[in-house]
């Protein structure tokens, strides 16, 4: 609809347009032979940059243009009243003189943000302690300060036919494939959804192998993580509203890789993923190993060892299998009830109904103390892995590989790694193999471990980067 000369009705389209929402605020002002009408949100604009910079400089400068005389940097005009009305429900200011069918678009959104603080899920021992907030700005803010070059590239998104949420994609021009680029522009140009509410909205929308339980985009909080992303050539997705910024394409070992993997040196990081990667496999496979060894072949277990299970399964009422179905379960409910619980209590409800529900059910016979030994192992190695969606896909494939331990035993489980291996082995990211960086010789030296810096010269093969080489021969020091 194109605007009216008139003042009234304008404010009367607009009013329409918007459902006579009670915040749609007007207000007017004179100055010299001009009449000026304010249209707003008294909810959404910051009263102080309306008064300095819009109301005081056009009353001090009544005879020259709207555009010259306001001190805003965000300015625009239009004729239109669907633009106009879009731009309110965004928190700006629309200004009209009457007898004019103009209308000028001023940025003055009120900014409520929570300071940046540490991260809450991704905590490090070295490096930075900066996360990402709620606002886009502030992210945009942050990640500009990470990589101070105008190869980095920032381009927006209006996704959501009611929400209009404001998303913010991030390469490097240099670096980043055009041609995951392209697929990664079709596939978020094909969204059509009536509202995103973070991240998880997109990753859903974009990402291959919906059935699969393995995450195939990886969640960070952290903006240092998302600057060693972009180095090697991925793109990164921020969602306004939101504190995790979305990485695409990665890899399966991307999960088990922190900050802290360089800042301790390449010995103990190195450790320290390895233990990562194993804790992933016991996580989602000691259970089973124990009901395959308890129900099918003790014997091969040390003699000793095989006493003690067989004392500690005396007189118990469930067969194994159920037993460690069971336990999981409760694990999973003490999970979840410490996490949506208040902070303050949280904790002490994790400890005593763990250790009250642990007794419990030992004394009475119920589940063997061996078993309640090994799912407390298992939860525990679960949640060494640093990415949440990693660690929750490993503790729920514990579920089918108990059951496969339970009618097959030893076979059962070595059936249960083999179709996770060639799961894992035909999954994509974007097109590009999940599980290939693991196995390629180039990139080896940060998959199960970490290299030296000086061996990290090429940049992981799912990336596919324009400038496959990110460190020269060149080197100083001694070995």
Not at 105 to 113: F, H, M, V, Y
Not at 228 to 239: C, E, F, P
Not at 350 to 360: A, L, S
Request: hydrophobic share 45%; with cysteine.
């Amino acid at each position: 609809m194109i605007a009216d000369q008139s003042l009234d009705q304008n404010e009367k389209s607009l009013k329409e347009m918007l459902f006579h929402s009670s915040d749609f605020k007007s207000s007017d002002f004179v100055a010299g032979h001009r009449h000026f009408r304010l249209f707003y949100f008294d909810t959404m604009i910051e009263f102080a940059v309306v008064q300095d910079h819009i109301i005081r400089p056009l009353l001090r400068n009544a005879d020259i243009s709207v555009r010259d005389a306001v001190t805003i940097l965000e300015y625009s005009e239009t004729d239109l009243l669907s633009v106009a009305s879009q731009a309110l429900v965004e928190g700006q200011t629309v200004v009209q003189i009457e007898g004019e069918p103009k209308l000028y678009l001023l940025g003055t959104q009120l900014n409520k943000e929570r300071a940046v603080n540490i991260p809450v899920n991704e905590r490090v021992l070295r490096g930075s302690n900066q996360a990402l907030i709620e606002n886009l700005d502030t992210n945009l803010n942050l990640m500009r300060k990470q990589i101070s070059t105008a190869d980095l590239v920032v381009k927006f998104y209006q996704l959501g036919r009611r929400s209009n949420t404001k998303v913010a994609v991030l390469y490097l021009r240099s670096l980043a494939n055009e041609n995951v680029l392209k697929e990664f522009d079709r596939r978020i140009d094909s969204i059509d959804i009536d509202y995103v509410e973070g991240t998880g909205f997109i990753q859903e929308m974009i990402e291959d192998k919906k059935f699969s339980m393995f995450p195939k985009m990886l969640i960070t909080e952290r903006p240092d993580r998302v600057k060693s992303y972009l180095l090697d050539g991925k793109i990164a997705i921020l969602t306004d509203g939101s504190p995790n910024c979305l990485i695409v394409p990665v890899s399966f070992w991307a999960f088990f890789q922190t900050p802290d993997d360089y800042q301790i040196g390449w010995l103990f990081g190195s450790a320290f993923r390895f233990l990562r990667i194993i804790c992933f496999i016991f996580a989602m496979s000691l259970p089973g190993t124990y009901v395959a060894l308890v129900t099918f072949d003790p014997r091969i277990v040390p003699f000793p060892i095989a006493l003690t299970l067989q004392s500690s399964m005396q007189y118990i009422a469930l067969p194994p299998v159920l037993e460690a179905l069971t336990m999981l379960l409760i694990l999973e409910i003490l999970r979840e009830a410490t996490i949506r619980l208040p902070s303050s209590i949280a904790n002490t409800i994790g400890v005593v109904g763990g250790i009250v529900i642990g007794t419990v059910v030992v004394e009475s016979n119920l589940i063997s103390n061996m078993m309640v030994i090994v799912v407390a192992l298992t939860g525990i190695a679960s949640f060494i892995i640093p990415s949440y969606e990693m660690s929750t896909t490993a503790r729920y494939l514990s579920y089918p590989f108990i059951l496969m331990a339970s009618i097959f035993g030893l076979f059962g489980l070595e059936l249960s790694f083999l179709m996770v291996v060639t799961h894992l082995a035909r999954l994509n990211t974007m097109g590009i193999p999940y599980f290939y960086s693991g196995i390629s010789g180039d990139t080896i030296q940060d998959t199960w471990f970490r290299g030296p810096i000086r061996s990290l010269k090429k940049r992981p093969k799912e990336s596919l980067a324009k400038d496959e080489m990110r460190i020269s021969a060149r080197r100083g020091g001694t070995e």
